[in-house]
Structure formats: C-alpha cells, structure tokens
C-alpha cells in the first residue's frame, strides 16, 4: 500500500514567526522562549531584513509599472507608505515602498498594439547635477533616482514637453522587504529563503544569548544564504558554440 503525501505545498505560508523563533532558539539549546526574548527576536529579525535590503536580497519583490509624465514635470516621487504621502499617478496605481528603480523605458501607446519602448539611461548624482538647464523641455532618456528616508524621488531629463507627455515612463522596480509584524503572521518571502531566515536569527540571537556559538551560527547562515541567493537569481538562456576546427589551418 502506498504511503499517502500530504498534497500540499504551503509550509513556507504557514511557517508563523513565533515559529521561526523557536526554531532559532533551538538552534541555540534554548527551550523554553520568554516574552522579551519573542520581543528582542522580532527585533532582530527585521535588523536582518534591512541588511537584506542593503545586499539587495529580495527578487520577489521586483515589479513593473508605467508611470504617467506631465508636462513641465521632471519629478515624481513615490513614498515609503500612503502615511507619508501620495505617490506619483501611475498604471497601477498607488504603488508605495519603492526602494530602486532598475531599468526603465519611455513607452508610447501603453495600451495598443503599436506598444513601442525607447531605453532610458539612468544616470548617477554627478551626472545629472552636470545638466546645464534640468527644466529645458524635450523628449526624456535619461533618469536619476534620489532616494530618501520615507520616499525616492524619480527625476526625469529632459523635462517632458508636450509630445512626449503623452507617453508614459515604463520601469521595474524594487520594493523593501515588508516589515515582520504579528508573531502568528507569514513572512514576507519565498520558500527557499525560508533555511536562512532562521539560521540568520539563529546568528543574530547568538551575539546576544551564546557568544560562543556565533563563528559556527555565522558560517550555517551565510552558507544557507548564498543557496537561496544562487536559486534565486533570474537565470537566462546558455547557448553553447562549438568552436570550428580545419585540419591544416
């Protein structure tokens, strides 16, 4: 008689975060979790995250959208949350937690089948700064993306005129990784992060409660991590060109 599987695949949506602390702490030899330890992990896990941010560790959380220009208007800001502010009109709309812009085009006629996309250059603070007149009117190809505590600011150049404010500004983008809320919540990120998300607070919560397990902890998590890393990665195609051989040559 066969064994019968679960048919599920949902643990990672399931996997709560009181559980992933426990978890960590068992990790440590630690049984038993107070309700300051549950408060000072929940902490740690979102310092975690954060680095996470800055080493640009969330793919899952690349999305596209197609921002409408005005006329006369080179900036267009997106916030952190709707508590801090209106985000800039776009297709969808009310788009919030931008944390970086990663490509973009400028796109006409967004919705027929006559769709055409031109590159746009994003361009660091140096550059821009160097335009001599950043309100001169023209058809925009170039961008730089200002970031700031509660919102980025996406700068556009030249300023769109007329003609090429009726097209839109079509970008991928990256959001931050959502903040762990309530201890019965699911996290914020794809199965195969999962391994390292709790040997990452297992290394965290070692500083502060086994000092003498941190050097192994730290090896467990950065291990685990560049395996999700490698996973996650958008892989293209490989094509592979035999090289010619004439005999004589």
């Not at 800001?77 to 009310?94: C, H, I, L, M, V």
């Amino acid at each position: 008689m066969a064994n019968t599987t679960s048919g599920t695949t949902t643990f990672d949506k399931t996997f709560s975060i009181d559980e992933i602390i426990e978890e960590a702490f068992e990790r440590l030899g630690q049984q038993d979790v107070t309700g300051y330890q549950l408060k000072t992990s929940r902490r740690s896990l979102n310092i975690m995250l954060q680095e996470w941010g800055n080493r640009g560790i969330h793919y899952w959380e690349i999305g596209e959208l197609d921002l409408d220009l005005i006329q006369g208007q080179a900036e267009y800001k997106f916030f952190r949350s709707a508590a801090d502010g209106t985000s800039a009109t776009s297709n969808p709309n009310g788009i919030y937690g931008i944390s970086d812009v990663l490509e973009a085009q400028l796109r006409s006629d967004r919705t027929s089948a006559d769709q055409s996309d031109s590159p746009m250059t994003k361009v660091d603070r140096s550059t821009y700064a160097a335009f001599s007149n950043k309100l001169s009117q023209g058809t925009p190809n170039q961008y730089w993306v200002q970031r700031f505590i509660d919102h980025v600011s996406v700068n556009v150049y030249p300023t769109p005129d007329s003609t090429s404010a009726s097209k839109d500004m079509h970008f991928y983008y990256i959001k931050r990784i959502q903040d762990i809320g309530a201890y019965t919540n699911a996290t914020d990120m794809p199965f195969r992060f999962v391994p390292c998300m709790v040997s990452g607070l297992a290394y965290y919560l070692s500083m502060k409660y086994a000092p003498q397990m941190t050097q192994p902890m730290k090896l467990y998590y950065e291990d685990e991590l560049a395996r999700a890393l490698a996973e996650d990665g958008s892989a293209s195609s490989t094509f592979i060109t035999p090289k010619a051989y004439y005999p004589g040559t």
